[in-house]
């Protein structure tokens, strides 16, 4: 039987200096969460902690900056979904409209559309 051997990757420096970033940020973001709470990390909804993902720029991340995103680097935006997920932080707020309705308006949705729903993203 034939086996596989991969070489081990690593993250460009920019993504792993993120990772970092995103670390200090959750540890004192959910310093005072509950470990029930964090174990509902994907229902978990909390307005006020998705805006401040939102006010670091961890919201549309790879989207186009024209309509507000950062055009930041898919591994970029892999490094804080993997961060938040392991730290149990509460993702359901901005998740819908982060991955699945930006997604698509920026796909199939008018320039008007995009002009108006995406920056408010």
């Known amino acids: 039987m034939a086996t596989f051997n991969f070489e081990l990757s690593?993250?460009?420096?920019?993504?792993?200096?993120?990772?970092?970033e995103v670390r200090t940020f959750l540890k004192q973001e959910l310093a005072q969460y509950r470990g029930?709470?964090?174990?509902?990390?994907?229902?978990?909804?909390n307005r006020d902690f998705s805006r401040r993902m939102g006010e670091r720029g961890w919201i549309g991340m790879t989207?186009?900056?024209?309509?507000g995103g950062h055009e930041r680097s898919a591994l970029e935006r892999y490094v804080v979904l993997e961060e938040t997920l392991a730290?149990?932080?509460?993702v359901s707020a901005h998740w819908v409209a982060d991955r699945q309705s930006g997604p698509?308006?920026?796909?199939?949705?008018?320039?008007?559309?995009?002009?108006r729903f995406l920056p408010r993203i």
Do not use: H, M
């Open 36 to 45: 029930a709470d964090r174990a509902r990390s994907w229902g978990g909804f």
């Open 63 to 67: 989207w186009p900056k024209k309509y």
């Open 10 to 20: 690593t993250l460009p420096p920019e993504a792993e200096a993120l990772r970092d």
């Open 87 to 90: 730290a149990g932080a509460p």
């Open 104 to 115: 698509l308006l920026l796909r199939f949705g008018t320039e008007e559309q995009r002009q």
